[in-house]
């Protein structure tokens, strides 16, 4: 096991699968000389070369619809998106073209698409959006969101052996702010699987990337004044494990969903209708959301950036209200 960040797993996840499988190479803007954005593919262009660590223009829509071209003559590529907010500019590639390829033909498009998303360094509207939601009803995709080292390195690792298109999601605030015991080498985490990170009987939290953080630090604080608060990361938000997610509310009755996507039409939704239908029975009090707010864009200001983020404090406020039913 090596103590990792978050931003490190990654990156030694691209290593082994670049290592072990020569079709896999990686497409992206300033990934190579530069080393990314974020400097997650720092070191790869030197390891690998420049047939592999491939520094592309300024365009998504090519990036990705490139990468749909060498997917389907038997490449693996890998995308960069510099902030997750640029891949409305491939969009359709995305949708309309490896999607749709895959769910109608039953064409194999291994593509992943890498995607630093989420608020917190005031990147203000255009660098701090929560886009996983546009792509959760889109046939043929499959959209993950891993919220420790382990788990980031575990699910590149098997998102780039899938025969899908991949959607992967980071928190950027995950990045450096974590570190973990990640295994050494080769290995994969299965897609399509929730975790329970922390064992509770009072009430269900339920959430994916940096939220799981935030939820875990608000059910520590809780547990402090006697409300145990199970902790699911959803780690899968498609396909979704629904059968966690049943279970554990079928055993705490009460359930509260947190996310930093916009309210209305986000995950917490669908979340929230499935439970009402399969598992209406078994609640004792209404499922609930905490969100991000309904506005057009995220602010610059840091102060007002501050405001509108979902934190513990918000998180915790919320339990109390659910515990009281």
Known sequence: MAQLSYLEAISDALRVAMGEDERVILLGEDIGVHGGAFKVTDGLLAEFGADRVIDTPICEEAIVGGAVGAAIVGMRPVCEMQFADFVACAFDQIVNVAGKLHYRLGVAVPIVVRLPSGGGFS???YHSQNPEAWFLHSPGLKVLAPSSAEDAKGLLLASIRDSSPVLFFEHKRLYRSIKGEVPEGDYTVPIGKAAIRREGSDLTIISYGFMVTVALEAAEAMSKRGVEAEVIDLRTLSPLDKETILESVRK????????EDKKTMGIGAELAAIITEEAFDHLDGPVMR???PDI????FSPNLEKYFLVNPEKVVAAIEQLAAY
């Open 252 to 259: 705490t009755n009460k359930v509260l969903i947190v996310h």
């Open 290 to 292: 905490v969100t991000g």
């Open 296 to 299: 057009p864009s995220m602010p």
């Open 123 to 125: 990147g203000g509207p």
